[in-house]
């Protein structure tokens, strides 16, 4: 069909009421014929799956006929393979038979994973893991960033006398927090060079560094404000993530029951061993794949 009449007739189908159909349309409704098949809503949806992505910014009426358009193509090119006999290529009938096994995979694990999933399994499964969390330290400290030695030292000096640490350090840090009185808010262990940190944590709170910290990017003078035990993760905003976990965890559970009740073979030992290798390594991380 030529690109432009395409255009033209696809303008044409949005001027008449989102394509004639309704609001509400039931997934055996026909939307279109080709030869003597019958595209049904149940088809868009099913097609939806694979070539709607594409057509991902377009306002929901015309992503349906992109995606009618794009199934309307894929049928005529498919029944014009099917009459050169195509479906009988060793390579062809190879790709249909595993994009077969794997919407059949996709759809048993969506009924019998992804939507046997709770929210309530979800929070039991996040409490669990909160409570064996290991309490952590949290420091919250300020710095002046000095560029040499004998700078720090005259801040110390300053400090020592009396001035007032945040001042100080608007007037005279280097370091980007210096405008907010060299705020760094809290951090834990693992999140400042390590010549910082260690004399962070050292810290009382309240107090400050009588001699300068040299790290790679200065001179710093370090005051501890204050310390506490990390706040532990709330629900809603780790919720995703507790998912994917339950999720791999339902997924491997599946495999592993239905490998058991198969037979693999290889033909190739040294394979075998290689295979099964693999799949020890990538266990702990696997991801399981969304239902499709």
Known sequence: ????????????????????????????DVVAKVGSEELTERDLKAAATEVGE????????????????????IKVLAHQAEAGNLQDDADVAAQLDFLRDRTLHNAYFARNGVDTITDEELKARFDKEVSAMPATEEVHARHILLKTREEAEAVIAK???????????????????????????FFSAGQMVPEFEKAAFAMEPGSYTKEPVETQFGWHVIKVEEKREAPKPEFDTVKDQVRQVVLREKYMELVQKARSELTVEYVDPEMKSQVEALEQ?????????EAQ
């Open 54 to 73: 594409q057509f991902a910014r377009m306002p929901p009426e015309q992503r349906k006929l992109a995606v009618l358009s794009a199934l309307i193509d």
């Open 159 to 185: 400090l020592d006398g009396g001035a007032d640490f945040v001042a100080l350090a608007k007037e005279s840090s280097t370091g980007p927090s210096g405008p907010e009185g060299g705020d760094l808010g």
């Open 1 to 28: 069909m030529n690109t432009a009449f395409r255009s033209t007739l696809l303008a044409g189908a949005l001027a008449i009421a989102a394509f004639g159909s309704p609001v509400h349309a039931a997934d055996d």
């Open 281 to 289: 390594a990538m266990e702990p991380g696997a991801a399981a794949p």
